[in-house]
């Protein structure tokens, strides 16, 4: 695979700076580019690693001032992103069901499905255009998967289940088991209660690795549009997350929480049940969200408080040690003072 | 499906008050409930959101007074639940074994046992009445599974683990894996210590999805009757968790614990190896348990400390920047106090 | 199976203290020991211990005076773990191809493989000699797995990825899925990175249940010799982790992280993208490490903070409610001695 300079510019319509006629045969970050690479900076401060680069060129933005042959747009991590794919074109796979799957009555597929051995669909569900499904996965009865979502090997989809198009849910993600509910008995033992609302995820989602999503109690547990889960993440019955949403890995919700769009949750972050985030919230990874957080804040903490106020009271912390030093010292000269007071 | 109100009231054993032939068509949470359904309240102070809630009809606690037909009962909760079950039966699986699961030989089935196609099971495992056993799951050799159990898809049972009857087991759970125990040699490596113990899982016991318990390094890692996991714990090996315990989402026991009965570990909690846990403790999500706990308290904090303590020191740490500011105001006015002093 | 103590002193190369022909049929904890069993001491504190066992012989360090047939060695817990090996021997699995696996055109396998049903291998996958892959496990296309490795029961292993000999994986491990990478658009929405590197895993490396270990961007996810992970650890792309290092379980390793060897990272901690950890550099339980580590360093808390530090500002913390109390008294003397001075 090779490009000139002047064909990628084409691509990511950006403008071009040196050498049109240059050829171009791969991508790489800026640190690992090697010759007849092209790599990218997003940011003007790390324009001074472009100096050790071996690269041959390089994906910026307007306005930068580079000294190797470059191609200049608004977002050249978009581009560059753009041009991975150019250099590693997904593989293609051919469709077709395979005679080791497992397909029960009334299961209506789409076109151009691909169905691995393995796999295991349950009766009535429908799986729509040029979906993939990869082997040890399997979908519940009454399952619904739209066009050209990638269900990847090992996955477990519950009855019932409602999956929109162009979602990708990576191996070992669990959809749809029982939201975590049960009544405290005379007797102490719990008495489950019983789960029977659904799940939908709602088109362009991506579900990372292990990811669990718990049905609803009654009702529906939502995910919205466009949202993307990294590894690890528990969503618990009854959740409505927001469209765009980012919930990194390990991420917790407990129960019947409200995520409004574009709110991002870093890594290892929980929530209490019952609470919502307004839209475009920030949670610092490791927080642990105890209360409502308003639409457009940083919280961070266990419990979260604002992200401004929890950075004060960290530098203030490593103080602290000292500052109890100070406060005895301080005593002292007080009870000193008090004591020449007494004396006049 | 319907009922009237005085059929509901016989089944739940209630206190009828209002139309006893008032036609219920199903259930539905109190914001949620739209005409002809029953919602509940558990909770008093709930009891306002009655007002503006579309139900036709409340399961309540005795005393309290509503405006709209009621059913009276002890434990309200305890009563909806029941009324979901009846609302949605659960589907009843028709026993059979598929012929594209695979058993071993010597495999033992009860009476009318469902098995789903890919499954998977090995030498002389014993399965009791009336198990479930979903696509995907594997069951290891010598396993013994007791009556009415309902292992999700995905799941991993290794070699020779005992599970008891009515446990439900949620898909990518994994029982049995090694427990984690390396030496150091002298070399630098990690010398595996064989993990040669199993995992007994008792009674009623609930693992949710992609749980994690291990198996004992010698002994048995032990789940004790009607205790609840939900999703993504983790149990090392050669824990002892009592009778009725919960441990909430995302939950990492250490090694060699012992936790009492009706513990509960809030969301993401952990612990370190080898303490205990005592009978009705709650450990509060987030913490880090880093030693004994005595029955019946509660904690908070990593490491963990009683959590009446743990929200005062939260409190001050709110305050912490502002204090330490004061206490250099304090510090200057003592200087000047001194220099008073000083010059008298 | 039996042994009398002299055999056992040979074969751990430990020197006999007590009767040669002591029979012993069985191996134990110090505190589970029963008669004809040996236990084993490690820690000297632990020797009082040995007052109340009941078992027939222990194995413990040299130097150690203890009252009951002994074996002594340089490393006991070693010499206790070879113990184990000897007294419950792995039971050997027959090699073997079950047909009801699926194995694509063009898998290599080696000598003496073992796979079980429903276990799929993709096309030109190479598998060497005394693999062992049970069932509901996937294998993508164009995956090496060296010699002797142990694949446990549905675990994903996504197209192209390396894994070494001698490596253990446990059930549910997902190797190779996606790293999460996105751009976010003008429009909101998130553009999907396309993630073109792979996941190597070296030698010896044992990977525990539902494990994630994402493939690279671009380029490698690697995981170094020797290295082991507990249950439920998640790593992301383009991480490096050095030899011999410890992932307890639930770390989180957000992406391209350097770890350095004999790294240890205890239980829930996370980390945040793009830090080094220096070599034999130990991180606290549930602590999120948000800036490099020296080599040798002990880091605990969130943010991490040197661990010595840590353990003041704890201490110093629980003090805190009072703190601010005494600070209050003495703002109030502070106050009077102004008013004194002010009326001299």
Known sequence: MKMTLSEIADLVEGKLS????????????????????????????????????????????????????????????LAFAKMIEVFYPPSRLEPGVDSRACLCQGVQLGREVRVFPLVYIGEDARIGDRVVIYPGTSVGEGVTIGDDTVVHSNVSIYDGISIGRRVIIHSGAVIGSDGFGFIKTEDGSHYKIPQVGTVEIEDDVELGANVCIDRANLGVTLIKKGTKMDNQVHVAH????????????????????????????????????????????????????AQDVPPGSMMSGTPAIPHNLWKKVQLSLNRLPETIKNIRKLEKKVDKLEDMEGSV
């Open 238 to 289: 009854n959740n409505v997350v927001g469209e765009n949403s980012i919930l990194l890995a390990q991420v917790g919700l407990s129960g019947s929480c409200r995520l409004g769009r574009n709110v991002i949750l870093a890594g290892q972050a929980g929530t209490i049940d019952h609470i919502s985030i307004g839209d475009n919230a920030v949670v610092i990874a490791q927080s642990g969200v």
């Open 18 to 77: 040196g050498d049109p006629h240059l050829e171009i045969n791969g991508v790489s970050g800026v640190e690992d580019a090697g010759p007849g690479q092209i790599t990218f900076v997003a940011d003007k401060k790390n324009l001074k690693l472009l100096e050790s680069s071996k690269a041959s060129a390089v994906i910026t933005s307007e306005g930068d001032e580079v000294k190797i042959p470059a191609v200049k747009v608004g977002n050249p991590y």
